[in-house]
């Protein structure tokens, strides 16, 4: 028999891109998890805004048990049921035509930012090909995206990057403005910054950016692989500005922890998408399209998408409560149920510090950079989890602030 895995054998085993916390989680349900001890965490991690529903819903649990005894894959030589269920009920909820199917939130923007460039290339000409995102952006790992997004840590290193990118400042529409021409295909948002600090956009700046595209005959790409599936409390947050993107991209929450990603587009957008364009191996799997397809029929209901708010509420009542005590943050902001608590300048850059402390306490969150401490729990966590994981936090927090 072999031995029981430990955190040294990722050290051992394994590259070392990530720094996992000590603690192996081995089992979940809803919004609690129990490590390799036995010991109880409640998760407001969420996989970092992925379990949408918890751990082990049983919605999720029965889709893939259902289809795991039908039909896992067959490439995209042939279509399957699922994925047809899932493109419609997709296009169905949203303003979108047509579907492309993949596997993550990279790929879907890798798909977007191709397509937008493609689309220029078949409708004015290979000159328009300038692509503009946003500084402190985030946008996926691949090389294209990686470089669109506006962290330049996470591109060096790695040899000449795609050219025609430009960085705009997020909620600065005059920064557009002076980056915006004739040869500008694509502007590519987050209508909330979340690697970026968990930055709501202003409606006056989305509004902006639709104007701008409008005038220049370029596509507005709204990357919603964090903030999409009922995070932000709609099904998708341009639904709450009233704002239409182009091209929509969406993963995370999407798959309720199945890895899967989608692109959204129109019907004339898409049609650049022709045959052997583009494609993915693994996109849009039977196993990956049912359980979304689940995921979706659960969380696109007015109970789970009303509740959302409902515990948004709850959360910032609580973490103002907190910051009235121990004076730790300087701003909380957010949507829905993707949380931002920006630290106070006595605790600059001290977000990180709370995640251990937390663990100890029988707390999973995350940061957003060095100076966010960010909640992305489940959509249906239970208020009473929000209640004991608030007093779990306290008490990580008063270990900052006052350290024994």
Known sequence: MSPTPSRQDFDTYMTPNYAPQKVI???GKGSRLW???????IDLAGGIAVNSLGHCHPALVGALKEQGEKLWH????YTNEPALMLAKKLVDATFADKVYLCSSGGEANEAALKLARRYAVDHVGEHKDKIISFRQSFHGRTLFTVSVGGQPKYSEGFGPIP???LHAEYNDLDSVRALMNEDTCAVMVEPMQGEGGIVPATQEFLEGLRAL?????A???????QTGVGRSGK???YQHYGVTPDILTSAKSLGGGFPIGAMLTTDKIGASLGFGTHGSTYGGNPLGSAVALAALNVIDTPEV???VEARHRLFRQHLEAINEKHGVFKEIRGMGLLIGAQMSDAFEGRAKDILPLAIDEGLMALIAGPNVLRLAPSLVIPEADIEEAMVRLERAIERLVRPS
């Open 235 to 237: 099904l998708y947050a």
């Open 305 to 307: 998408l009303g509740g």
């Open 219 to 225: 596509l507005l790409i709204f990357d919603e692989v």
């Open 74 to 77: 067959l490439s995209n030589i």
């Open 213 to 217: 595209c409008d005038e220049h005959k």
């Open 35 to 41: 490590d390799q001890e036995g010991r109880e965490y």
């Open 25 to 27: 989680p081995v089992r």
């Open 163 to 165: 050219g025609g990118i």
